[in-house]
């Protein structure tokens, strides 16, 4: 097909065309951000499971090495809420405090897919209000005089080229949508699952009794006293007479 005959049917369908060409290329430019970046946090969650993993309580100092090895990530945003969370409140408002760590990153995972979302949909409606607009135009040369019945038959023919370009671009976009849900899907799982391992490794600095451990987020071995760990209550204020 060449480029005259592109150009040709293109305004038979009245420009609709170059609209959707227009599209086809945004769809493309966001699927192939988006499983980029999609494919970049899956396996920094993998990287933050396997770590978190590695431990039976928070080691904060491992912690906040591997946050700034990759600070940007939604993984790292999550495990840094945890490292900057006072030892005052108590373990379910630190689950909460993870909780919306999570939803916060939840824009950034699925940013973008809304784009997608519509142009599966615009895509077809496109193409059909080309076709209507080339056949239109094409029925119109019925009215002169002599028009050739093979004149008409090709301009239906080439009208119909927009609503196949419009079916091609939405099983195209619907494709990579449901790919992209997919991952979102399980970066939002990672996210949580690393939520919930941060939340169990929490809760051995915590008694029973409420009171907070002074020494459980120290690595072993080590003597340094943890100065963002406070114990409150009676009990507390003993604990802390008997330190101090």
């Not at 090895?69 to 689950?95: K, N, R, T, Y």
Request: glycine share 6%.
């Amino acid at each position: 097909m060449s480029v005259d005959t592109i150009t040709h049917i293109a305004r038979m369908s009245g420009g609709i065309l170059y609209l959707m060409a227009v599209l086809l290329l945004v769809a493309l430019a966001v699927a192939i951000e988006r499983f980029w970046a999609l494919s970049r946090m899956q396996d920094q969650c993998r990287i933050w499971v396997h770590e978190l993993k590695s431990h039976t309580r928070v080691d904060a100092r491992a912690l906040q090495a591997q946050v700034q090895a990759q600070p940007e990530a939604p993984a790292s945003q999550v495990v840094a809420m945890a490292l900057s969370h006072s030892m005052d409140d108590s373990l379910e408002h630190f689950s909460n405090l993870l909780e919306e760590a999570v939803m916060d990153q939840a824009p950034r995972v699925d940013r973008g897919l809304w784009a997608l979302d519509t142009i599966v949909t615009l895509a077809p409606l496109l193409g059909l209000l080309g076709t209507i607009i080339g056949m239109f135009n094409t029925f119109q040369a019925l009215s002169n005089p002599g028009a050739a019945t093979q004149a008409v038959t090709g301009g239906v023919g080439e009208a119909l080229v927009a609503t196949a370009a419009g079916l091609f671009i939405a099983v195209l976009g619907l494709v990579a949508f449901n790919g992209l849900n997919q991952r979102v899907r399980l970066v939002m799982h990672q996210l949580e699952r690393i939520k919930v391992m941060l939340t169990n490794r929490m809760a051995p600095h915590y008694r029973p009794d409420g009171v907070r451990s002074m020494a459980a987020l120290q690595p072993a071995g080590s003597a340094q006293r943890p100065t963002a760990v406070v114990a409150t209550g009676a009990m507390g204020q003993v604990l802390q007479q008997k330190i101090a």
